[in-house]
T-cell receptor, first 114, second 112 residues
Framework: AQSVSQHNHHVILSEAASLELGCNYS??????LFWYVQYPGQHLQLLLK??????LVKGIKGFEAEFIKSKFSFNLRKPSVQWSDTAEYFC????????????FGAGTRLFVKA | NAGVMQNPRHLVRRRGQEARLRCSPM?????VYWYRQLPEEGLKFMVY????????ESGMPKERFSAEFPKEGPSILRIQQVVRGDSAAYFC??????????FGQGTRLTVV
């Protein structure tokens, strides 16, 4: 079955610490990969996406993610987090074999201490 | 181009009533998704629709829940005879085929 798993449900960091959130997927066929962010009380916004090409993707607000096909992974990174990065982060995958239905991971809640 | 519009933003229903949640996709988007977000849980896929067609409803509860996306007008998620466990945030997203989904602000349903 198609699935997306995020390794950590809760992460607490101090400002300026580096961030890496894990995401693995189980999908056949060609995949499109996404990271979304949900700030408290708001709707989901797209951080970055991968469709094809360079597996290292740059997104907004200094985030980046790397697609490693052999590991079925799409981990999110940021070298130095800020208090304003406190939010919930969702990895998502769609695939042509899934009719492009987008499936989300359970989310990772990040809390950044000032 | 307005974003994905959901209404109402907040909806309170008594147990046993019906809840209707509306979603207008972005202009030019032919695909609509509905997701449910429960407290402390992630986004759960419910249903995926194209105009006048349900493509995938594998995440929809078998009873009381239905969804439609008519040729004209918004997509509707309908919950009949609501129970307390239906209280959640319901998000709608739309996309062109094969591209990223854009989300609405959500409808927060509270069943009292």
């Amino acid at each position: 079955a198609q699935s997306v798993s995020q390794h950590n449900h809760h992460v607490i960091l101090s400002e300026a610490a580096s961030l890496e959130l894990g995401c693995n997927y189980s999908y056949g066929g060609t995949v499109n990969l996404f990271w979304y962010v949900q700030y408290p009380g708001q709707h989901l916004q797209l951080l970055l996406k991968y469709f094809s090409g360079d597996p290292l993707v740059k997104g907004i607000k200094g985030f980046e993610a790397e697609f490693i096909k052999s590991k079925f992974s799409f981990n999110l990174r940021k070298p130095s987090v800020q208090w304003s990065d406190t939010a919930e982060y969702f990895c998502a995958v769609s695939s042509n074999t899934g009719g492009f239905k987008t499936i989300f991971g359970a989310g990772t809640r990040l809390f950044v201490k000032a | 181009n307005a974003g994905v519009m959901q209404n109402p933003r907040h909806l309170v229903r008594r147990r046993g009533q019906e809840a209707r949640l509306r979603c207008s996709p972005m202009k030019g988007h032919s695909h609509v998704y509905w997701y449910r977000q429960l407290p402390e849980e992630g986004l759960k896929f419910m249903v995926y629709l194209q105009k006048e067609n349900i493509i995938d409803e594998s995440g929809m509860p078998k009873e009381r829940f239905s969804a439609e996306f008519p040729k004209e007008g918004p997509s509707i998620l309908r919950i009949q005879q609501v129970v307390r466990g239906d209280s959640a945030a319901y998000f709608c997203a739309s996309s062109p085929v094969g591209a990223e989904a854009f989300f609405g602000q959500g409808t927060r349903l509270t069943v009292v």
